[in-house]
């Protein structure tokens, strides 16, 4: 099965505004062409999902496909929250802290996102300084990045299951 927005719903035990910010990322994502574009454009892409899903709070199919979102918006050109279709920060942080609460947790330098996840990232997978893949493109790359990335924060990864 396919997960997308008519096959997966949002996580019934997330209050019904984190349930449409779940639906507006999704349907954002999707309709934006992202999932699409080939393996080659975003090479990072898989390897982020399943760091994404490694710090999932639940198995459930809205977080499988919401890791998928996230990843796929993390190759886009602008701000992580302006891919996912969303009005800030935020929003995105609220999100991190529902499906991906560990990795909420180790943001203790309040990075932006997508330069914590690469960072996240690039640790687990011994490259240092790991940086999203289209951001040294944009005029805000300095504001974003900084000089140097800082420690990023071991995480005990555990999956938390909701029963």
């Keep these: 099965m396919t997960l997308n927005a008519s096959t997966v719903a949002p996580p019934s035990d997330w209050a019904a505004t984190d349930q449409t910010l779940w639906s507006r990322v999704v349907a954002h994502v999707q309709a934006a062409g992202f999932a699409t574009a080939s393996e080659d454009r ?4 898989e390897p982020l999902k399943r760091h994404l899903l490694a710090h999932a709070a639940s198995d459930a199919p809205a977080v499988t496909l919401l890791a998928g979102c996230l990843a796929t ?7 992580l929250w302006q891919d996912l279709g969303l009005s800030g920060r935020a929003e995105v942080s609220r999100l991190m802290a529902l499906a991906f609460p560990t990795l909420f947790a180790s943001n203790v330098h309040d990075l932006r996102w997508k330069r914590h996840l690469f960072l996240s990232l690039g640790r687990t997978l011994g490259v240092a300084d790991l940086k999203p893949p289209k951001c040294s493109l944009c005029d805000q790359f300095d504001d974003c990045m900084g000089a140097s990335a800082p420690a990023v924060q071991v995480v005990n990864v ?3 299951e909701h029963g």
Excluded: N
């Design 158 to 160: 555990q999956r938390h």
């Design 73 to 79: 918006a993390c190759m886009g050109p602008h701000h």
């Design 42 to 45: 975003m090479p990072w892409r």
